[in-house]
């Protein structure tokens, strides 16, 4: 098996690229007086100049207006479909991420982050994380202790905006926490427009090196754009930003979300039949399966039959719209499907505390596989030790070619006091017991090498639904579909076994 990675030339060249050249991005900030006040859009795009590259940004922004508010907002929603945007910035009311059920801020981003996916799939949500007030929020502190202070207010909204973020697969611009560190260690750098709340210019213009940063996935060393401020605190925050933001884009969830492939699958019971049991894709927009027979599907966990032996790549491609580039990764897995089909028995049916042992037909060579059909260590020989609840198969290799069997699994009592009632169990003579065609419809045959005195047939309750004496074949055509346990007792053994009716 491996992973293959497909990516056009231009979306392999982005590191690069903004590293080394000039990049355009193109960005709507949605939000309200935090966004607007000093224009940090404007701002932004002159950090971005001074760096040799190129912002292109709209705005919505509303006096105190919550993202809810915006998911209703007509010229919110029309500037949304505008342009295919890079990136639509999204700017919470300042109080709603602090209050102690952060209910209303989390329902608005979702329904913020939601319009977006279904209106601009190309773009990708960020979240501004702002800061909090210089003193605390006074008018929610004695119903919410934690924002008294400017420390617990600020951790509350970093938290907060951290959860939507991850939860909602967003980026993230953490204005609030390059904040707190210049707040807290150069209490020279005034933040804070006289009300304590709205940002000063060195405040905006910490803001605006964040996003320069998220947006640009470049150094903010590159920018030198001062806006007429101290070059001395201008640099401070520069500094701040590299250290904590661009060193550390990962914690921030910046270009975390580019797709990936992963699956698994196990042989079905139908002839040459493969079922996805394992899809661990992540960060995609679509999924497309091809099975290397010419049949296609874009399922989750799809199921497909080969009408013919032969060996077949499967491949499972994600792809996601980046930047106005689709990325694509391909992971692959090869199937092949033999003259002949391994089988396994017997079909165990063992105790929690128990262990028993499954064997296939005699074969060149043999190996075990786990639940997602990865080879057990050491586990190559014709007969293999299984456990209650655990699932499984087998590759063996005929003439120099290997099949997979189907999947089997250990089923069994639910715990250990309803295995009480089985009696004289001798679990390590299963492996002289076979019991065909699993699942039966009408006649069932029990291979078995001593003579069976008697067999009965329970209920998955514990009731006696049939008993014969001295026979090896059995009539089921009149049984229930459904799950039987069958009591097979011999001279020298009493052995349980579960059987499946169709």
Known sequence: MKSKLLISLTILLLVNETAFSQVTRKVLFVGNSYTYENNLPLMVENMAASAGDQLIHDSNTIGGYTLSQHANNAVTQSKITAQDWDYIVLQEQSQLPSFPVPSAFMDGFYFMNNYIHLNSPCAQTLSFATWGYENGDAANCPQNNAVCTYQGMQDLITSRYQEASELFEAEMAPVGTVWSYIKNNHPEIDLYSPDGSHPSAYGTYLAACC???????????????????????????????NDIVYDNQQDWFIGLYTPSSFFSFKIGDNNNEIIVNQNKSKYYDTLAWDFGDGAESGAILPTHQYADNGTYLIKLTASKCIFGETVQVQYEKTVTFCEHTPQVFPDLFLCPDEEGIVWTEEADSYQWLDIFGNPVPGATNQSHTVYYGEEFSVITTVGGCSERSAQSFVDGPMSIEECEQLRNRDFDDQAYISLFPIPVTDKLTIICKDNIEKINIYSVTMELVGTFTNVNDIDMSGFTAGMYIVTIETETMSVHKKLIKK
């Open 211 to 241: 996003f320069y940063t998220a947006i640009f996935r470049k150094d903010p060393q590159l920018i030198s754009f001062t806006s007429g401020l101290n070059t001395e605190y201008t640099q401070i925050i520069k500094d701040a930003v």
